[in-house]
């Protein structure tokens, strides 16, 4: 996979809460420098996981969320999931 061929590849990484995301975010961490894809691909790589209901936005005083397949979806070639249930 080259640059000229995805230039607007963009991953997004989330899991169900805060502590899996920051057991994510170290596994991530150890496993970039081992990866054998090219730097501008871990470059887009999210580092961070994001617990889902940030990244998601959910709605105050509510149980729906910004994001949703009607409603402003998530713009991402992949999304990874954390910790998935």
């Known amino acids: 996979m080259t640059n000229q061929q995805y230039p607007q590849s963009h991953y997004l990484t989330g899991c169900p809460t805060g502590k899996a995301a920051a057991?994510?975010?170290e596994s991530i961490s150890?496993?970039?420098g081992k990866?054998?894809?090219a730097d501008h691909i871990k470059q887009?790589?999210?580092k961070r996981p994001a617990p889902w209901h940030r990244l998601l936005v959910a709605a105050h005083d509510s149980?729906?969320?910004v994001h949703?397949?009607?409603n402003f979806p998530l713009v991402a070639d992949s999304v990874i999931?954390?910790?998935a249930s």
Request: cysteine-free; proline content about 0%; glycine content about 4%.
């Open 44 to 46: 887009r790589i999210r």
């Open 23 to 25: 057991r994510v975010s």
């Open 81 to 83: 999931v954390g910790e």
């Open 30 to 32: 150890k496993a970039l």
């Open 63 to 65: 149980r729906s969320y």
């Open 68 to 70: 949703h397949r009607d």
């Open 35 to 37: 990866l054998n894809i």
